[in-house]
């Protein structure tokens, strides 16, 4: 069965720096979005994508925050300066259209120092 | 906004007992509801959905019915087994302007021993 795949599962990263959390959708779907899930949070939405732009975000997502689809395959969520209250798990999904679930990846476990 | 409330973990429970896992959503209009299981180390699985009023979602055993008076979706499992301890979310779909966005509750973990 096709997967949500995210590389890597964990990046441990200085205060600061930027950091890109990787995810490749399942091939046909045309819906990318990203969740985070700080520890012992609820999994909260953070963005969503389609049609290579932005189709709605969360007050999460601030200026930091950006994501990108720079080719056919991949899905990026880019941190520009990273705070010690990013780390979290960051779980990326995809669906085929706005009727179908969706499928979420393993994950990244985001660790800021 | 919309919002999910599921009832508070863990779940202890011995093989072979009945499950459920109590889940009361909030939403404007008629949201899709969902639950997804995530096993440790792993990430968030669809286990079963319902898109409207009295559907059934079911899958592995479990079930879930959507009801739109007592706006619940409790999951149920006749017969649980070790291998079913995970953390179990509650989840709806907002379609505000055709997008959709998961707004899930806060997972309840369940622990199944022998």
């Known amino acids: 069965e096709p997967e949500v795949t995210q590389t890597p599962s964990h990046q441990v990263t200085q205060m600061g720096q930027e950091v890109i959390l990787r995810c490749v959708p399942i091939?046909?779907?045309?819906?990318f979005y990203w969740y985070r899930q700080i520890l012992g949070q609820k999994v909260e939405f953070l963005v969503s994508?389609?049609?290579?732009?932005?189709?709605?975000k969360s007050e999460i997502f601030d200026d930091q925050f950006s994501v990108e689809r720079p080719d056919g395959s991949n899905f990026t969520l880019k941190i520009r300066s990273t705070k010690l209250e990013d780390s979290a798990m960051y779980f990326c999904a995809s669906s085929e259209d706005l009727n179908q679930p969706q499928h979420f990846g393993d994950g990244t476990r985001l660790s800021i120092l | 906004g919309d919002s999910v409330t599921q009832m508070e973990g863990p779940v202890t429970l011995s093989e072979e007992a009945f499950l459920t896992i109590n889940c009361t959503y909030t939403a404007t209009g008629y949201p899709s509801l969902f639950w997804y299981v995530q096993y440790p180390g792993e990430g968030l699985q669809l286990l079963l959905k319902a898109t409207k009023a009295d559907d059934k979602g079911s899958n592995k055993g479990f079930e879930a019915t959507y009801r739109k008076e007592t706006t619940s979706f409790h999951l149920e499992k006749g017969s649980v087994q070790v291998s079913d301890s995970a953390v179990y979310f509650c989840?709806?779909?907002?379609?505000?302007?055709?997008?959709?966005?998961?707004?899930f509750g806060t997972g309840t973990r369940l622990l199944v021993s022998p």
């Open positions: 989840a709806l779909s907002e379609k505000n302007t055709g997008f959709q966005k998961l707004v």
């Open positions: 994508f389609y049609n290579n732009e932005i189709s709605e």
């Open positions: 091939s046909n779907h045309l819906y």
